[in-house]
T-cell receptor, first 111, second 113 residues
Framework: TQLLEQSPQFLSIQEGENLTVYCNSS?????LQWYRQEPGEGPVLLVT???GGEVKKLKRLTFQFGDARKDSSLHITAAQPGDTGLYLC???????????WGAGTKLIIKP | ETGVTQTPRHLVMGMTNKKSLKCEQH?????MYWYKQSAKKPLELMFV???????ENNSVPSRFSPECPNSSHLFLHLHTLQPEDSALYLC????????????FGEGSRLTVL
């Protein structure tokens, strides 16, 4: 059974600080997606990483896929209150239509 | 309207009630999904439809009954639910079966009394 573990589960920091969220597994994934879910909304895709070692940047957000394609990280620089939300990672594994989901990291950025 | 819309946004029902959740996508996608989201747990895939045909039923109890009359509409019929079924039910669509991008609706918050 493929699993994705996200850490930390919860993070509350001040505006302007940096943070990193991790998504780890013992399984290899063909690709990995990161979603953000704001309160009262559905998840929205931020990025998809496909190649081992790949780094993608989305403004102040930096996403990295591990060399072995078993893990990924999301780094936010100078966090803003608008970054508040639930961050979910999801890996494409053995099944053609099942993503393996992490339990999420709830991030709160205080002004 | 654009994207994926779900109704109702909130639903409270007793254990003996029968209700339905509705999802409509305006993206021209071929695949639609029902997910269950509970606090601090990974999203649970319930049902997958591709070109109106059910391709996956993840051992979901029969008290949940999906219906996909066409590639734009998806229903989840609910009956004789249990309190542990209280959760956020998310509908999603994708152009083809994953691992492509999923487009989610805002969800239906279900409370079973």
């Amino acid at each position: 059974t493929q699993l994705l573990e996200q850490s930390p589960q919860f993070l509350s920091i001040q505006e302007g600080e940096n943070l990193t969220v991790y998504c780890n597994s013992s399984s290899v994934f063909s690709s990995l997606q990161w979603y953000r879910q704001e309160p009262g909304e559905g998840p929205v895709l931020l990025v998809t990483v496909v190649t081992g070692g790949e780094v993608k940047k989305l403004k102040r957000l930096t996403f990295q896929f591990g060399d072995a394609r078993k893990d990924s990280s999301l780094h936010i620089t100078a966090a803003q209150p608008g970054d508040t939300g639930l961050y979910l990672c999801a890996g494409a594994g053995d099944s053609n239509y099942q993503l393996i989901w992490g339990a999420g990291t709830k991030l709160i950025i205080k002004p | 309207e654009t994207g994926v819309t779900q109704t109702p946004r909130h639903l409270v029902m007793g254990m003996t009630n029968k209700k339905s959740l509705k999802c409509e996508q305006h993206l021209g996608h071929n695949a639609m999904y029902w997910y269950k989201q509970s606090a601090k747990k990974p999203l649970e895939l319930m049902f997958v439809y591709n070109f109106k045909e059910q391709t996956e039923n993840n051992s979901v109890p029969s008290r949940f009954s999906p219906e996909c009359p066409n590639s734009s509409h998806l229903f989840l019929h609910l009956h004789t639910l249990q309190p542990e079924d209280s959760a956020l039910y998310l509908c999603a669509s994708s152009q083809d079966l994953v691992p492509g991008e999923l487009f989610f609706g805002e969800g239906s918050r279900l409370t079973v009394l």
